[in-house]
């Protein structure tokens, strides 16, 4: 390491910049060395050295591409040579006419790559706690400016346009930094947060690359795929601190078989040159061809691939958060000691310190800066030829489009999909007349993704179903499990009926510039009732804004069927009144929906829904599930109370009544051990994540108490839900005609990594009212359950289970039979209360939109006779 620091300190020395005006070195603005031990800026000081640097140079541009979930500014910097800075709407025009290749000619394009920059964007500390690059990013922004580069800055910035965002996540960079700061120098120092560092998402703030839930995500994919299309982009991390000192590609096998082959070989080249750059200047410890595989789209790096860029990750070993580390030789990964082809040149352990974090990433990042010079005509030639090959489909070019139906289970979220899709930079087309494809008939209206297309690789991803390769660690052995999901297919998620069509076929199409959702003539304000279909997620958005106004409202026990049309059981039925009539033009104007009017219901078979009082549980955990459901519930415009661990406890004498309070009460996918006790147990998979100490208040889970206040409001009836992993906490604390089935059955006999499986659904019942007789549900680490006739006070209803057979949807599934008939989904009742055990992801990333429902009707249950 000694050796890096004295070539970096080099370049200072031996480059003479030709600026005329002084630029700020950020260690100046700071008043310390950016990555000193124990030193960080926060984001406030990241926005003001960056707009510091604006002022002062011409080569750097500081624009602000959006708003971050809790509002604060997101700040991308612009650098290049000062001709280029001029000019930059002629050189993104230049990179969207190699994108849209339908016109261009080899020849034609071969002048643009000539005449274009090569665009690089830098995405730095999207993961809060891996706070480094967003340090680095002030260093690397000077370097630049300044030309203290290892190169000619002069010349590679007339190549290249640099993207630089300092943090993807604002909100967390600064979280981070004031937790940090606030317990410096006592015993939590560098220790873990108890909140999730993104409102929502956390950690998988890097798992809504297709999505586009967050606005942070929207910020960045508006510059990747609609502002400014660049052609390569790395995205900068941090991992665990006693393997590898630096990740970066080429990525592990498998690769996903959509992504374009020239993808991975411009992936390779800019990795290899980041090693070679490296080894030069004396770092030791890099690897690639680790850990980190090509299987994969919803990660920020990951999903440029699938947009024909260069997509690079980054992932530094970690010290805790700016507190160094001191690793013994003795503690370093047993796989990180020898030397390998990939690993040639072993870190030998000793301290390690945030200041060598930010000299790794300022010599890969100038390195890839370099290589993007280097490589300048044949990146931008390469992406025209990439999005070229996407719209010429080859001659085994199957498929050849999705189809859209227009008669779908939810229409709204149908449209819903599409606009997300479009988003990403798919192009949609609408039928205007009918036809017929692979056989089958349909209408017009109905939408067509054509798989010739420059993205063509992301919608197919997309749309179609994946089948992981069967992966073992030696023939015969137990399968590698990927890196995240196996399965994400966006129409199964979201319950969309689409269509896989092989063949050709002819018919007259739009191409729609945006998704337009239809509008209702709003109904008529005397009629006496208003009915809303259960199929339809938005029924549910009205539904929960018009109790907040204490409507009138019924949910039927069967199908209703009006004016020939035919609405699902449990659909809402919904009272005029003066405050109704007023209210629900604007809110089904707002979701999209059209309510049928009803003169009487006297006839339909109903029950009344009182009004509902939701509480989620916030352990002190930063459970990811939780904010993604905080996420869907927001997004639905549910309202609902957070529940920490003291709202379970009494006071001295006095017991809590949680009844008094809620009538619901939800538990997110969590270790059941957290929950209970703030701690996992020793052999859970979640116990790698658990380290070091809280400070006292953030200690603990319900304990005891809190387990003996959830009996007594289910008893008192009050209903329980728990999703996924919580239900285990009902199977060891309530005595259930439940259990977990797969809790003795070992990996060699079932293994399941994140994938879509099928489930069969009784609609007839509260708890799958308004879904589809069959769904894709998401199962990660997820559930069986073993039911069993009750006993006593206990009762159980089997709402969802698996097929007899072919189960998998969409992923990697061995031995189905473990789970085959099982119930995922069941209704339990006990004395006068419930327990909805969800053994499924139904809100799986805010983007299981096709299984939702699983949870609304819990949180919409009607009153029983
Ligand atoms: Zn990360």
């Known amino acids: 390491m000694k050796k890096a620091k004295i070539l970096l300190s080099a370049f200072f020395l031996l480059i003479f910049t030709l600026s005329l005006v002084a630029q700020t070195p950020p260690d100046e603005f700071l008043g310390h060395q950016v990555g000193a031990d124990?030193?960080?800026?926060d984001y406030t000081q990241i926005q003001e050295y960056f707009q510091k640097l604006d002022s002062e140079s011409e080569k750097i541009k500081v624009l602000t591409i959006g708003e971050s979930t809790l509002g604060k500014p997101m700040i991308m910097a612009v650098i290049s040579s000062e001709e280029n800075m001029t000019n930059l709407e002629k050189y993104t025009g230049i990179s969207k006419k190699l994108r849209d290749t339908r016109d261009l000619s080899p020849e034609e394009a071969k002048i643009l790559s000539q005449q274009g920059k090569a665009i690089l964007m830098i995405t730095?500390?999207?993961?809060?706690?891996?706070?480094?690059?967003?340090?680095?990013?002030m260093e690397l922004a000077y370097l630049l400016v300044t030309g203290k580069t290892p190169f000619d800055a002069q010349k590679i910035l007339n190549d290249v346009i640099v993207l630089l965002v300092p943090t993807t996540n604002p909100d967390g960079q600064q979280m981070v930094t004031d937790w940090y700061k606030k317990y410096l120098g006592t015993k939590y120092e560098g220790g873990r947060m108890p909140w999730l560092y993104h409102h929502y998402a956390g950690h998988d703030n890097n798992r809504d690359w297709f999505m586009f839930n967050l606005s942070e995500t929207k910020a960045v994919a508006k510059v990747l795929y609609h502002d400014w299309i660049p052609q390569v982009h790395i995205d900068e991390h941090q991992m665990g601190s006693t393997g590898a000192r630096l990740f970066i590609p080429p990525f592990m096998?498998?690769?996903t078989?959509?992504?374009h082959p020239g993808v991975w070989r411009g992936v390779a080249l800019c990795g290899v040159n980041m090693a070679y750059d490296l080894q030069k200047n004396g770092f030791e410890g890099v690897v690639y061809d680790r850990s980190f595989t090509g299987w994969w789209i919803g990660a920020c790096d990951d999903t440029s691939w699938f947009h024909n860029v260069i997509g690079l990750l980054s992932e530094m070993a970690s010290v805790q958060v700016a507190?160094?580390?001191?690793?013994?030789?003795?503690?370093?990964?047993?796989?990180?000691?020898e030397k390998h082809m990939e690993f040639p040149d072993p870190w030998p352990g000793g301290w390690w310190r945030l200041r060598d974090l930010v000299e790794y990433e300022l010599t890969l990042s100038l390195s890839l800066v370099e290589t993007a010079s280097l490589h300048k005509e044949d990146f931008l030639f390469n992406f025209y030829k990439m999005c070229k090959d996407g719209i010429e489909i080859r001659p085994k070019g199957k498929p050849f489009a999705f189809v859209i139906p227009k008669k779908q289970h939810d229409y709204p979220t149908a449209l819903r999909m599409l606009k997300i899709l479009r988003f990403g930079g798919v192009e949609i087309h609408q039928a205007k007349e009918d036809f017929i494809a692979d056989g089958k008939f349909y209408p017009a209206g109905s939408f067509v993704v054509l798989m010739s297309q420059p993205y063509r690789p992301y919608a197919q991803s997309l749309l179609e179903k994946q089948q992981y390769p069967d992966i073992r660690q030696y023939p015969g052995g137990p399968p590698v499990p990927p890196y995240?999901?196996?399965?994400?297919?966006?129409?199964?998620?979201?319950?969309?009926d689409c269509d896989r069509i092989n063949h050709a076929f002819e018919v007259n199409l739009e191409k729609l510039d945006s998704i337009e959702y239809p509008q209702f003539v709003p109904p008529d304000d005397s009629a006496a009732y208003y009915l809303l279909d259960s199929r339809l997620n938005g029924s549910y958005s009205v539904v929960f804004a018009l109790m907040k106004e204490e409507a009138e409202i019924y949910r039927s026990k069967d199908s209703v069927e009006v004016d020939g049309f035919k609405a699902a059981a449990g659909s809402f039925l919904i009272?005029?009144?003066?405050?109704v009539s007023k209210s629900l033009p604007p809110l089904l104007q707002k979701w999209h929906i059209k309510a049928l009017e009803l003169e009487d219901i006297s006839t339909i078979e109903k029950a009344p829904l009182k009004k509902f009082r939701t509480g989620l549980y916030q352990s002190w955990h930063a459970n990811m599930d939780e904010g993604w459901t905080r996420c869907m519930l927001d997004d639905l415009g549910i309202p609902f109370t957070t529940l920490h661990n003291k709202d379970f406890k009494g006071e001295k004498d006095k017991k809590v009544n949680l009844g008094e309070k809620f009538d619901v009460i939800v538990f997110a996918d969590e270790n059941a051990d957290i929950i209970k006790t703030g701690k996992p147990s020793p052999s859970s998979p979640y116990a790698r994540y658990f380290s070091g100490t809280m400070p006292p208040e953030y200690e603990g889970g319900i304990e005891k108490e809190g387990v003996e206040a959830l009996k007594k409001f289910v008893e008192d009836g009050g209903i329980l839900v728990t999703l996924n992993n919580a239900c285990e906490l009902v199977f060891k604390e309530f005595t259930p005609p439940a259990s977990n089935a797969l809790e003795r059955v070992e990996r060699s006999k079932f293994f399941c990594p994140t994938s879509l499986l099928k489930l069969e659904v009784d609609n007839t019942t509260p708890i799958g009212y308004g879904l589809p007789n069959e769904v894709a549900g998401m199962f990660s680490r997820s559930f069986a359950i073993n039911t069993r006739p009750p006993s006593g006070e206990w009762d159980r209803h089997v709402v969802a289970h698996y097929p007899k057979e072919d189960i998998l949807m969409s992923g990697w599934l061995l031995g189905e039979d473990a789970i085959a008939r099982k119930p995922a989904v069941v209704d339990a009742t006990y004395k006068k209360g419930r327990i909805i055990l969800i053994g499924i992801r139904c809100q799986h990333r805010a983007q299981s939109h096709g299984t939702y429902k699983f949870l609304l009707n819990a949180l919409l249950y009607p009153e029983t006779d």
Not at 38 to 41: D, G, H, M, N, W
Not at 488 to 493: A, D, F, I, N, V
Not at 575 to 579: A, L, P, R, V, Y
């Open 257 to 259: 078989p959509t992504v």
């Open 124 to 137: 730095c500390n999207i993961h809060a706690t891996e706070i480094a690059s967003s340090q680095m990013a």
């Open 575 to 579: 009272k005029n009144s003066s405050s």
């Open 38 to 41: 124990r030193k960080l800026a």
């Open 253 to 255: 096998n498998p690769p």
């Open 484 to 496: 995240d999901n196996a399965g994400w297919t966006l129409p199964l998620q979201m319950g969309v």
């Open 323 to 337: 507190t160094p580390i001191y690793i013994d030789p003795s503690e370093l990964s047993d796989s990180y000691v």
